[in-house]
């Protein structure tokens, strides 16, 4: 049974194609679904299309059924079509007409919207909080470890002296960086649909602003047609957010498989978070890491998707945009999944230390002695032959035991509390707390 359906049903195959997986994802959306309704309800009795005591009546039984997703005693029923469906269902079997009343000026379209809009604003949240407990354990990391050298590399050669603190420090700060991806995404997400309708608007005199601020909405989309355009808009917007972030931890991993290679031996993590083999005895697997590498390759494919998926899509609603939510919705669960294991593993990870004192490390100190004969006053292309010679006659002999280096970024100056300091700022920027007060107050106010 469907809200709309008229005489005529869909024949089975045709509505369990189009149905595809949306009932798993419908049951994500359900509190947000509610919480829409509740926006949407003390609206139209604002505007004169509910009574009171009829507003009294859905309050009561929206907050009723919220009560029960919260409790997992919410589903939806067979022969229900969606997550809409069902709230609608139950209001009208407990409380009668009064239910039916509810969709008055709203369009699915517009329904489904608000509802992607409040999920993908709670799940950026989710996703920001793990990423600050990232951060900081990355740079008590740096700090712990400034002094700790190891090689550095380009091209996967020996490049030039670095340190694990400077190692850490780098995805401290680029995870700050990514944020600034994420919080465009979260400003999209973070406008209000609802009152667009089907995409174009209502005789009914809603009250969008009201529902803005109802909902803790920074702003609406003001443009009904627009508003439905956002739908697609706002998924790849948070598509490439979420890649910024997979990519950052992709390197990350990528690294730890590497720095754990025998033939490195840079790091190590304790046997039980590792795993064996079930015929060589001496193995110890980086498999979290391998995964977290390959997982957040995935994540990094999905913009692509989103793109391929709304390309030459004209105004308006299509039904293509269902398969958006297969995108987003997994690779936001498996970034969340990704962010959470890293923290995890790299509590307990172990650093080796005086690397670069081994003899074989020698030559990534050849740009240390260059640059200490220009300090002497030796010009620089004279340096860098007289260096080259001594390293082809296999005559060189640098000190293994100093990096003087003190610029901004640099080893013997990490800037830990400049990147601190750029993270707070753009955590701030994403207010949050308003968001919360707003939702609060709809529930229980």
Not at 359 to 369: D, R
Request: overall charge negative; proline content about 3%.
């Amino acid at each position: 049974m469907k809200l709309w359906q008229k005489d005529i049903s869909s024949k089975k195959e045709v509505e369990s194609f189009t149905i595809g997986r949306d009932p798993e994802f419908d049951m994500i959306l359900a509190p947000f679904d509610v919480l829409g309704s509740m926006a949407h309800a003390i609206m139209l009795e604002k505007i004169g299309l509910l009574t009171a005591e009829e507003l009294k009546t859905l309050k009561g039984g929206l907050k009723e059924i919220y009560l029960e997703i919260e409790k997992g005693q919410f589903q939806i029923e067979d022969g229900v079509e969606d997550v809409h469906s069902q709230v609608e269902f139950l209001l009208t079997k407990r409380y009668g007409d009064v239910g039916k009343k509810l969709h008055s000026g709203r369009s699915r379209n517009d329904q489904v919207l608000v509802d992607l809009k409040l999920y993908y604003r709670a799940a950026i949240r989710e996703i920001i909080e793990a990423t600050e407990e990232l951060f900081n354990l990355l740079i008590k990391l740096s700090e712990k470890h400034q002094n700790n050298l190891m090689p550095g590399y380009t091209h996967t050669q020996l490049a030039m002296p670095s340190s694990f603190g400077l190692w850490f420090g780098s995805f401290a700060e680029g995870l700050s960086e990514d944020l600034e991806l994420m919080l465009a995404a979260y400003h999209l997400a973070n406008k209000n649909p609802l009152g667009s309708a089907a995409g174009y608007g209502s005789s009914f005199p809603l009250d969008r602003t009201l529902t803005t601020q109802l909902l803790g909405f920074e702003d609406l989309h003001h443009n009904v047609i627009n508003a439905q355009n956002s739908r697609g808009k706002t998924e790849k917007n948070i598509a490439f957010a979420l890649s910024g972030i997979a990519g950052t931890l992709n390197k990350l991993a990528a690294d730890v498989c590497i720095f754990m290679n025998q033939h490195f031996g840079f790091i190590s993590f304790p046997d039980d978070l590792t795993t064996g083999s079930s015929i060589m005895p001496h193995k110890k697997n980086p498999d979290v890491f391998e995964l977290i590498r390959a997982k957040t390759n995935q994540i990094q494919s999905i913009p692509n998707t989103v793109t391929l998926l709304l390309t030459n899509m004209t105004t308006g609603y299509h039904r293509d945009l269902q398969l958006l939510k297969e995108a987003i919705f997994p690779g936001i669960e498996t970034l969340l999944d990704c962010i959470r294991m890293s923290t995890f593993m790299l509590q307990e990870i172990k650093v080796k230390e005086n690397i670069l004192k081994d003899p074989f490390y020698k030559h990534v100190f050849s740009v240390e002695e260059v640059n200490d004969l220009v300090l002497k006053g030796v010009p620089f292309r004279d340096a860098y032959k007289q260096v080259g010679y001594a390293i082809e006659k296999n005559d060189f002999q640098p000190n293994q035991e100093k990096v003087a280096h003190t610029h901004e970024g640099s080893i013997g100056n990490l800037c830990s509390e400049e990147i601190r300091e750029k993270m707070e700022q753009s955590l701030g920027r994403f207010e949050f707390e308003k968001v919360g007060a707003a939702l609060e107050k709809l529930v229980n106010g």
